[in-house]
């Protein structure tokens, strides 16, 4: 994590937003008698990256696809860039760009082909700019060749590419990590952190919260159509995290009772399957602390996991959501022992 | 116009706008080449001499017309679908609208490419015709003095717009049909059940079903009650409008085609 980059951007607890890049209020959206967005009320400053959370089933691909005009709310209102955008103004989206769900091309068409074709509808696009951004996405090499021949991870960097077609002040990117390899999505990563520190806003909707812990400055976290959480990442983590250790089978009540001094009230879980794993409720960077404390009571851990914190809070948020598939079992097998 | 000459680029680039063109003419130079052959042949009956009708020009000019608008009716109405239902199927409306493109713009000057491409497919497909007729007369031993006839050569430019205008309107039609449907495949084969549906329906609604789209079309270069070489099995067993009557309900029909294709795109939640 880097609260530094952050801090520097003087973005942190209680600091005024002085402007917002988007902004949603009492967004409701029904799919017959299902409601997928609930009154979702989201704030995201400018400049800054936005990480849009959520089980599967939440109201994610809602939201962006309301964002982009592709579908209509059936109550509430949409901000962008400062000003209203309904059915009517769609000329806001010149200064947005998106990738929704999986990238959309012309499969008979080279990527090159594809993006002229893409740059003719819309804002127009600068001479030059398809050249520039083939060359950022590292598939200048492969320009010329038909889509059908680029994997996912390509069709994923070609999708980015689209969406910056316009210069975009405001960034939609929905699971921009899906199919990139490791160096692709570092690659990303740097790109999109490059792109706020200019003054753009990206918005972020993943899955992967790892990613979005190292990429995001804010994170908003919806659940059942809601917002449930939303502020500057550090903030919301605060407090939150938990350890996992794993001691004899025999040790766990002695464990429990050393570990209580780290975490009291009741911050010291054992996973009651006699397996010996202990949950300790504290920030992941004191897992060291967990491990001496087992030490000078002498009992020695076999094993140790630091989970993410984002992931602490995103499921303790997320618990009651009925529409993710996250909580007890995961094609019919059973959870973890959170 | 940008949106215009992108679509038309896509076509050019598009192996459907080949492959249908190319079954188009194949069958197109089977058909000639096959009735020449055989009427040709001593002591062929009276009716299969009538077949060589097909090659004898000037007569030629307007039956190979005809076939374009009969045949080519079908692969108008598949080719128009595969365009529209692709744009929902793949996904690229989606991102032309999240791009704050106008839908309705979108659509109408995508059809207006797709109607360039089909004027131009129709003009090949009508110059291989003559072509492969020619052979044809030669083979049957056919005359081809009215091949340079000025009076038919005359309203050749008036027969062939009224063609383009004919089969543009079942290239629009299949068009609407696979943006209602939002499907590349629903939108194609729904098309085809169309079409026929609309020729198995002339044996039972014939008043009704002449003011149909693909028998609108044919009627509009056929001779009254003639019917055409329709290859769809119109034939003179049913009564065909007046040529311009028939385009009236071709324009009618065309333009209902589009007004629903827009207007159904832009009130569509477009999703996937």
Redesign the interface.
């Known amino acids: 994590m880097a609260p530094d980059r952050r801090a520097s951007r003087g973005y942190s607890s209680g600091v005024t937003i002085d402007g917002l890049a988007l902004a949603t209020r009492g967004l409701v959206k029904r799919y017959g008698a299902r409601p997928a967005l609930a009154g979702l009320d989201l704030s995201v400053p400018s400049g800054v990256v936005y990480g849009f959370l959520g089980p599967n089933g939440a109201g994610k691909t809602t939201t962006m696809r309301l964002l982009t005009g592709l579908i209509h709310p059936d109550a509430g209102s949409i901000e962008v860039l400062g000003r209203p955008f309904g059915r009517g103004d769609r000329h806001r989206l010149f200064e947005v760009g998106a990738l929704i769900e999986s990238p959309s091309f012309y499969p008979y068409l080279s990527g090159l082909e594809n993006l002229r074709a893409l740059a003719a509808t819309g804002a127009p696009t600068p001479r030059g700019r398809i050249e520039e951004l083939l060359e950022l996405v590292g598939l200048r090499e492969r320009a010329r060749d038909k889509l059908q021949t680029y994997s996912l991870g390509m069709k994923q960097r070609l999708g980015i590419a689209a969406a910056l077609l316009g210069d975009p002040k405001l960034l939609l990117l929905d699971e921009p990590a899906n199919g990139l390899d490791p160096a692709g999505i570092v690659a990303m990563r740097e790109t999109l952190r490059h792109l706020a520190s200019t003054g753009k806003t990206v918005f972020v909707s993943s899955h992967v919260l790892g990613e979005v812990q190292q990429l995001a400055d804010v994170i908003g976290i919806i659940a059942s159509g809601r917002l449930v959480r939303e502020g500057p990442i550090e903030q919301l983590l605060q407090g939150e995290g938990e350890v996992r250790v794993r001691v004899a089978a025999d040790e766990v009540e002695p464990a429990r009772l050393a570990l209580a001094s780290l975490a009291p009230d009741g911050g010291v879980t054992a996973s009651g399957d006699d397996d010996g794993w202990l949950t300790v409720r504290i920030e992941t960077a004191r897992a060291a602390e967990v491990n001496r404390t087992l030490a000078e009571a002498g009992i020695y851990a076999s094993g140790l996991e630091a989970g993410s914190d984002l992931e602490s809070l995103f499921l303790e948020l997320t618990r009651g959501d009925g529409s993710g598939s996250h909580e007890g079992t995961f094609f019919g097998v059973a959870g973890g022992t959170r | 116009m940008?949106?215009f000459?992108?679509s038309l680029?896509?076509l050019v680039?598009?192996?459907a706008s080949f492959v249908i063109l190319g079954i188009l003419i194949g069958l197109l130079s089977l058909i000639l080449i096959a009735v020449a052959a055989t009427a040709s042949q001593p002591g062929a009956p009276e009716e299969q001499r009538a077949g060589l009708l097909l090659v004898t020009f000037p007569g030629a000019y307007t039956s190979i017309l005809s076939f374009i608008l009969g045949l080519g009716g079908l692969f108008a109405v598949i080719y128009g679908a595969a365009i529209a239902g692709?744009e929902w199927t793949?996904?690229?409306l989606?991102?032309?609208?999240?791009?704050?493109?106008?839908r309705s713009r979108?659509q109408l000057l995508s059809f207006a490419a797709i109607a360039l491409m089909i004027g131009i497919g129709m003009l090949i497909a009508f110059g291989a015709g003559i072509v492969v007729a020619v052979i044809g007369a030669n083979i049957a031993g056919v005359s081809r003095e009215g091949l340079s006839d000025a009076e038919t050569l005359g309203t050749l430019p008036e027969l062939l717009g009224r063609g383009w205008l004919a089969i543009v309107e079942v290239g629009a039609l299949g068009f609407a049909i696979a943006t209602l449907a939002r499907s590349q495949l629903a939108g194609i084969g729904a098309g085809i059940a169309f079409f026929f549906g609309e020729q198995f329906a002339t044996f039972f609604l014939s008043d009704i079903v002449k003011y149909m789209p693909f028998n609108a079309a044919n009627a509009v270069v056929a001779t009254p009650g003639e019917g055409g070489f329709s290859g769809g099995g119109g034939g003179s067993v049913i009564s065909s409008l007046e040529p311009n009557q028939a385009l009236l309900v071709v324009v009618a029909w065309l333009v209902g085609s589009l007004l629903v294709a827009t207007l159904f795109t832009e009130r569509a939640?477009?999703?996937?």
């Open positions: 940008r949106i000459v992108a680029r896509k680039r598009r192996p692709s793949w996904g690229t989606k991102s032309a609208v999240a791009r704050g493109e106008s979108y939640e477009i999703s996937g």
